[in-house]
């Protein structure tokens, strides 16, 4: 075992007795936040199952929907004959359903990244999301009773029963639920419905598009289905074109033969194939529609859709934000909720009815699925409204990405395995190559930037250089304005544990940004939203000033250096403020939003929009 094993391995035996600890500590909010917590249902794969004590012949589980399932659904999981109804009974949606309720080979050592030491996953498989009975507020007072043995008018024994409703989607293996008692902590199977399959498979899903290059004349379409056969999109009234298929493998993830990831282990799920297709032949700024699918496996519906503008026009409308991920559209717990996602992709379903949007640009942190890669397509659904009308361009981030020993800048294992392959395989941007998730794009007035803060950045490095001469290519003429983005920020007022800000990473790449007059500066994962003056090394190169409509206006016609934005506010658990904080910090809101700018040649116009209240917190202009 080399050093860097080494010392990975004691970095995570560390931070599974930090996790032990930390539950105790001052730092416990702080450690939630930062790291989604270690809940009880997150650890339920590592439990060991016990034997059901009680033999209950009154004990039935039913659903409301029985096979085949429909692509999306909520189906109601009935319990009845409980004979004492607590808050320790619950129930677990499966998949695969074929999972062995025997428990699993040992593994005494796997998951330490997790901080757990428990033995045998749950029934091999990881729960995709489970509800306690006592959501249903009848079944603790036993409302829903029922006599089964009667002495005269005396019921002599009854029981009680409940009910929760799941939204389900098609992942196209078969589901099952299973009722437990023990609660998380020591789960036993009391009772399962046994398998349900959903109707079609092979059915063509969640549909989303990205640009390929700067003209405006073509556009990606991405999806998925459980047919590996090339389908295609029908587009612009007549055109069509079939689809590249590709897939990944459990064998593709990052793990330890000693030390197995959730990705490559309890976390793995057929990720089907993913369908890509170009649509060519269109116009700049133009509305069509398409469908994708075929004959054999079905279609879409049909769905209008806008190109963006080519670059080197006059005006350009995007969205941006990071840290999305998702969350539940039932009560159910799951692997990992980020409680702002549903407010935000709602929002953004409204703004997209009513505004002219061009594109979105979604700065890392995707899905935080993090190697339980059932929960990319509850991503996929969760943004397909919006995500499959407009372009929807990404950067990587360290939970698409960091795993030990697979070349990416930090060495921990947020991305729990995936380490890259599951992101750019459903997220297909225009990059030179395969794990060099770095490129440019440019749209209307601006050139867009993007990098990889989880690949190394360090002067001589190939990133490096490709941004040196991405920003050389700029022709400020034809794109006046200059936006480089990526995940990790290089300003933040928020103190953690875990520093946010590397300032080797700022050491390198800053000089550059001033270099080339980068405009304004965008990144996330800092969960909340916060604004610069024009920065450099810490110090206030330039500060806005109102202009005639009171607005923060920054006048670059005399550049002094770039705007930095953190936008990490879009669904992961808000981080908080210290109450003080340095001069460069304008603008600071622990609160879930999105960011919306419009440019023209001259102006750029950005909003931060609360996404609960739809009101503008914070609003600013740099003008040339």
């Not at 450690?31 to 209950?56: A, E, M, T, W």
């Not at 007549?238 to 959730?262: H, R």
């Not at 116009?283 to 075929?294: A, E, I």
């Not at 991503?379 to 795993?403: C, K, Q, V």
Request: charged fraction near 15%.
């Amino acid at each position: 075992m080399d050093l860097s094993k080494s010392l990975f391995l004691f970095v995570l035996f560390l931070s599974s007795l930090l996790s032990s600890q930390v539950m105790a500590s001052p730092y416990h909010d702080h450690y939630l936040k930062r790291h989604g917590g270690i809940s009880k249902f997150r650890l339920i794969n590592r439990r060991s199952l016990i034997n059901c004590p009680v033999d209950n012949p009154y004990l039935s589980i039913n659903v409301s929907m029985t096979s085949p399932l429909p692509d999306e659904s909520y189906v109601t999981v009935t319990v009845n004959g409980v004979l004492h109804p607590d808050n320790f009974q619950w129930i677990a949606m499966i998949s695969p359903s074929n999972s062995s309720v025997s428990g699993c080979p040992l593994a005494s050592l796997n998951y330490i990244q997790t901080g757990d030491f428990s033995n045998l996953p749950l029934l091999c498989h990881y729960p995709v999301k489970a509800q306690f009975l006592s959501k249903d507020p009848l079944f603790l007072n036993c409302t829903k009773k029922i006599c089964h043995k009667k002495l005269g008018n005396d019921c002599l024994v009854h029981t009680c029963g409940g009910s929760v409703t799941f939204h389900v989607i098609n992942i196209r293996t078969e589901i099952e639920f299973v009722l437990f008692t023990g609660g998380f902590e020591a789960p036993c199977v009391l009772k399962r419905t046994g398998p349900i399959r959903f109707a079609n498979p092979s059915a063509p899903l969640y549909g989303h598009l990205s640009s390929i290059d700067s003209s405006g004349t073509s556009m990606r379409l991405t999806w998925v289905s459980g047919d590996q056969r090339p389908q295609q999109v029908q587009y612009a009234n007549g055109k069509s074109s079939p689809s590249v298929v590709t897939t990944f493998t459990k064998e593709e993830m990052c793990s330890f033969a000693i030390l197995p990831s959730p990705a490559q282990d309890f976390g793995w799920h057929e990720p089907g194939y993913i369908h890509s297709t170009i649509m060519t032949g269109l116009q700049p700024s133009s509305t069509y529609t398409y469908r994708y699918g075929s004959d054999l496996v079905g279609w879409s519906k049909t769905i209008k859709f806008k190109t963006p503008p080519v670059g080197g026009s006059n005006e350009s409308r995007f969205i941006v934000y990071g840290d999305m991920g998702k969350a539940p559209l039932d009560p159910s717990v799951e692997h990992y909720i980020q409680p702002g996602s549903i407010s935000v992709t709602s929002a953004i379903n409204r703004i997209i009815e009513v505004n002219n949007i061009d594109s979105i640009f979604h700065i890392g942190d995707i899905s935080y699925a993090t190697g339980f890669l059932a929960e990319w397509e509850y991503f996929l659904n969760l943004i397909e409204p919006y995500a499959s009308r407009i372009s929807y361009m990404t950067a990587i981030g360290n939970h698409e990405r960091d795993y030990g020993e697979s070349g990416s800048v930090c060495q921990t294992p947020d991305s729990g395995g995936e380490c890259g392959v599951p992101y750019e395989s459903y997220f297909q941007m225009p990059v030179s190559e395969k794990d060099k998730p770095w490129y440019s794009i440019e749209q209307g007035p601006i050139h867009f930037t993007i990098i990889s803060t989880e690949h190394t950045w360090s002067p001589n490095s190939t990133q490096y250089r490709w941004i040196e001469a991405d920003f050389l290519s700029v022709n400020r003429t034809r794109t006046p304005w200059l936006i480089f983005a990526g995940h990790r920020p290089m300003y933040s007022s928020t103190h953690s544990l875990i520093p946010s800000v590397d300032t080797k990473f700022r050491n390198s790449i800053e000089p550059l940004l001033l270099k080339y007059k980068v405009d304004l500066v965008l990144f996330g994962h800092v969960h909340n939203y916060e604004r610069t003056c024009a920065i450099y090394q810490y110090q206030c190169k330039g500060v806005p000033r109102k202009g005639k409509s009171g607005i923060d206006t920054y006048y670059n016609s005399n550049y002094t250096a770039p705007v930095h934005v953190i936008v990490g506010m879009a669904g992961f658990s808000l981080d908080s403020f210290p109450s003080n904080v340095k001069g460069w910090s304008l603008a600071r809101f622990s609160e879930y939003g999105f960011a919306r700018v419009s440019t023209t040649r001259n102006n750029l116009q950005f909003e931060f929009v609360n996404s609960t209240t739809m009101e503008v917190r914070d609003k600013f202009r740099i003008v040339k």
